[in-house]
């Protein structure tokens, strides 16, 4: 049977929510005693080539190969937030917003709340509360350009408050977890939420909020989002859902190898096509942030802003989701010929990044082995042979990458190149790439 959350005021408040207003100021209803209902879209636009979004649950990822937004893959497990960002002005609230306590109380917080009829008035202020989501590939009307809808799980139905008192904004986060913080200010007031975020470099991390926006009418300014902005039927702008424009929270690094000459300029690459990239790893990588979904103190937020509290420092491994394993690459045979290793890896912005890199190289060595057995001298009698083995170079101190003393950006891909010159001479190298294509820093160490 489906769960429907009527998120209505009482008598009382909606009798405050019309006092002072003219016939013109309230919107028609579609259906004279419906409700409205709440839907949300997720917008594609800052979603990239070769992004990798990855369940938690699962090893391998699932590819949203997003040039032109041709293939959209689904976006299961995110979490979702409506809250109340703002009063109308056309009608007086119950509660001013910066008189609310607790800005995420709301019927899905409280056990006790009656579902169908809501006598905690700030239940008004937290209409969805972490509702585990999904944006499906299912294209719907936006007008910002392409969106695709976003499902409750569980079947859930929420509705918009009949009462005008507030505008709504969405918060929309991947990949869903139910460890939340509520923090308070200054004022001892709850005033933001945070979840807990794990980077493991292969699951990527999106945030996004559906707002107001200076495209919008100054009518849509105003009522944005309330059941009066979804239920006016004169205003032919108004056709579509709120859309969450998602973006990246993390930085991505793809890693690439080239041969390098043997001497300065030179055309020599013997002993670098020799080699083999065995492993890449990214030292000293925080693996738990904690990541602001929405604060009214801070509304406007932007990604680039939203990692708190680093801990639990690991080493990461570039890895190669098709076969399992660590990431491993022959160094390419011809000069200025660049191969890429693995499948990128997703980190926590930073200034930068320590990289160690494991080498090999096949070398020739002499083994015993039996050749026959000497019955008088009743034991196997041994014979030399050559075979090929791995020799293995590990760079004793990680090289260090930094970006000019910033950091490398949120929501940003930079191509590693790594230059090999031969056993132990390596260059690295970073530049700017796909997601967001400018000219980045390059280094040679």
Request: aromatic share 8%; with cysteine; charged share 25%.
């Amino acid at each position: 049977m489906m769960k429907k959350i009527k998120l209505m005021s009482a008598v009382v408040l909606a009798s405050l929510a019309f006092m002072g207003c003219s016939e013109s100021d309230l919107a028609p209803a579609r259906e004279e005693t419906g409700l409205t209902e709440i839907s949300l879209a997720g917008g594609a636009a800052s979603l990239y080539t070769d992004v990798s979004i990855r369940n938690n649950s699962g090893r391998r990822r699932t590819m949203i190969k997003g040039d032109n937004d041709e293939i959209v893959e689904t976006i299961p497990n995110m979490g979702v937030f409506c809250l109340a960002r703002e009063v109308q002005g056309t009608n007086p609230a119950a509660t001013a917003m910066k008189d609310i306590q607790d800005w995420f109380q709301n019927t899905f917080t409280d056990p006790n709340a009656d579902m169908d009829n809501s006598q905690i008035t700030n239940n008004m202020f937290c209409l969805i509360h972490n509702l585990k989501s999904t944006r499906t590939n299912r294209e719907i009307v936006a007008k910002s350009g392409r969106a695709y809808e976003i499902t409750w799980d569980k079947d859930t139905v929420a509705y918009y408050p009949t009462t005008q008192f507030y505008n709504y904004d969405f918060f929309a986060y991947y990949p869903y977890t139910d460890e939340l913080r509520h923090k308070k200010n200054g004022k001892g007031q709850n005033h933001k939420v945070e979840a807990a975020v794990r980077i493991d470099g292969r699951t990527d991390v999106l945030w996004g909020r559906a707002t107001v926006t200076d495209e919008m009418t100054e009518w849509e300014k105003k009522y944005a989002y309330s059941a009066k902005y979804f239920r006016e039927q004169d205003n032919i702008s108004i056709t579509t859902n709120p859309v969450v424009k998602l973006e990246h929270v993390l930085t991505r690094m793809r890693f690439l190898i080239t041969p390098g000459t043997t001497v300065e300029g030179g055309t020599d690459i013997r002993e670098a096509s020799d080699m083999t990239v065995e492993k890449i790893v990214v030292r000293n990588v925080n693996s738990k942030h904690w990541l602001t979904v929405a604060d009214l103190d801070n509304i406007d937020v932007t990604a680039d802003k939203l990692l708190s509290d680093p801990s639990e420092p690991v080493d990461m491994v570039l890895w190669d989701e098709e076969n399992d394993m660590a990431a491993i690459k022959q160094c390419p045979q011809e000069l200025n010929d660049t191969v890429e290793i693995g499948d990128g890896i997703m980190l926590p912005p930073a200034k930068e990044y320590m990289i160690q890199i494991i080498l090999s190289r096949p070398v020739q060595k002499t083994i015993q082995v039996e050749d026959y057995y000497d019955y008088d001298l009743e034991k196997w009698v041994m014979k030399d042979e050559v075979v090929w083995d791995k020799e293995l170079w590990v760079s004793e101190t990680p090289l260090m990458m930094g970006n000019g003393g910033k950091n490398f950006a949120q929501g940003k891909c930079y191509d590693v190149v790594i230059t090999v010159h031969g056993p132990k001479q390596v260059g690295l190298g970073a530049t700017l790439k796909e997601w967001e294509s400018e000219q980045g820093p390059t280094f040679e160490l």
